[in-house]
């Protein structure tokens, strides 16, 4: 027998209004509620669409004030830059120039000193000479032992005189006003006697040359050679509040009683020389001795001469 034939599909019903076409649905609304549809449709639209602008005027505004910070960051940065930069420039250019203030002051203190110290090693020299000059007419041996103590001298100080040296140490100037006083005593004999307490540790302390030369031939010229029965002179070196002090000490007239006939340059030099070298770490001071003459006293910085 052949196979029952399959039953026929029932038909679906459609409610009223909805149309199938093809893959779609064509429905049909009443008027009031497809305007109502369509109205909260577009509301969405515009919610969704003011959202996002929102969205997009915040980063925007968001990328505005931070560019703007980064631009005001990059300004303060750049003038800070360049503000550091000038002010090194004028640093760095206010530095050379005192640099180079100090170096010409430096330079013209040196050579004032070095014009100084050529200006007493004449007139020592001149001194001298003239003594053995004397000597040599009234007694021509001791003439001839003083002229050999003034090349010994002069062997001893011609190396500092060639060198300009600006300091050196006060046994090198003990040594040189030694034979100095050498000469004199030749000159003077009994009239002068020396009185010499120089420590041995005080020997390689810096001092400048030449300036004990100076004092010493003060306390000659103008206290002890022009007393008749001449006197002492004692030189004494010691160390106080951190300060080398070299007095210079004579028993003779005193102040005032010799006229200066204009050619030593003797205290005002000294003066000048350590104002130059020191400023006011150098100090020399005068008071009167009792019973009669003068005391003077350098003071210096107490320093190891290298």
């Not at 330079?107 to 007493?120: F, G």
């Not at 020997?203 to 103008?222: C, D, G, W, Y």
Request: net charge negative; charged share 20%.
């Amino acid at each position: 027998p052949g196979t029952p034939a399959a039953p026929a599909a029932p038909e679906l019903s459609l409610p009223k209004g909805v149309h199938p076409s093809g893959d779609s649905v064509h429905i049909e609304l009443p008027p009031q509620i497809a305007e109502e549809l369509s109205v909260a449709i577009e509301g969405a639209v515009d919610d969704a669409a003011e959202a996002r602008v929102s969205r997009y005027h915040k980063q925007a505004s968001t990328w505005f004030t931070s560019f703007v910070w980064l631009l005001v960051l990059a300004l303060f940065g750049t003038k800070a830059l360049v503000g550091g930069k000038k002010r090194a420039e004028l640093q760095t250019r206010t530095a050379n120039a005192a640099a180079e203030r100090e170096s010409m002051q430096r330079q013209l203190s040196e050579t004032k000193m070095q014009m100084m110290q050529a200006q007493v090693e004449p007139h020592f020299l001149f001194n001298t000479l003239a003594s053995v000059e004397h000597l040599i007419e009234t007694n021509p041996p001791r003439a001839s032992a003083m002229q050999r103590s003034l090349i010994q001298y002069l062997r001893a100080v011609l190396p500092q005189m060639r060198d300009n040296i600006l300091v050196t140490n006060l046994g090198r100037e003990v040594d040189m006003v030694s034979a100095y006083l050498n000469l004199l005593k030749m000159r003077m004999e009994e009239r002068l006697t020396v009185d010499m307490q120089i420590p041995e540790g005080l020997r390689n302390a810096a001092f400048p040359p030449m300036m004990l030369q100076s004092m010493v031939e003060n306390a000659i010229k103008h206290g002890l050679e022009c007393k008749p029965e001449g006197g002492t002179l004692k030189i004494v070196a010691d160390v106080a509040d951190g300060k080398l002090r070299l007095t210079v000490t004579d028993d003779g007239v005193g102040f005032g009683v010799v006229p200066s006939n204009g050619t030593g340059l003797g205290l005002p030099t000294i003066r000048e020389r350590l104002r130059l070298l020191h400023g006011d770490a150098g100090q020399l001071h005068i008071a009167s001795n009792s019973p009669t003459g003068v005391i003077a006293m350098v003071e210096v910085p107490y320093e190891v001469s290298r």
